[in-house]
């Protein structure tokens, strides 16, 4: 499976942003998805995370702010980021697993296929 991530960009503080994931060479059915994004000299974290069929999990403090959904008939993973600030200045990777229990949703290590990144800068 190879995945395309999209949707980043330049945006001041207080927009919304909305990154899509979308699967080729194979579909998200059955797969686990999340979302996790880097900065220069960080670890990657966990933005959010969706496992098959549906249940979610979300990083520390942004489940107030942040939307992960799916779209099966389209393919696609979707990131909804509201009231976006500088904080959220980062490159987003979505990565998608066969197997990923509940509790491993925001590790990086439960995944197997990642896609390339998009970035989203927010100035203030």
């Known amino acids: 499976v190879q995945l395309q991530a999209s949707g980043g960009g330049l945006v001041q503080a207080g927009d919304s942003l909305r990154l899509s994931c979308v699967a080729s060479?194979?579909?998200?059915?059955?797969?686990?998805v999340g979302w996790f994004r880097q900065v220069p000299g960080k670890e990657r974290a966990s933005v959010a995370g969706?496992?098959?069929?549906?249940?979610?999990a979300y990083g520390d403090s942004l489940k107030e702010r942040f939307t992960i959904s799916r779209d099966s008939g389209k393919n696609t993973v979707y990131l909804q980021m509201n009231g976006l600030t500088s904080e959220d200045t980062a490159l987003y990777y979505c990565?998608?697993?066969?197997?990923?229990?509940?509790?491993?949703?925001?590790?990086?290590?439960?995944?197997?296929?990642w896609g390339q990144g998009t970035l989203v800068t927010v100035s203030s």
């Open positions: 060479g194979g579909t998200f059915s059955g797969l686990s």
């Open positions: 990565a998608a697993a066969s197997r990923v229990i509940y509790s491993m949703l925001g590790m990086p290590s439960s995944y197997e296929y």
């Open positions: 969706i496992r098959w069929p549906g249940s979610i």
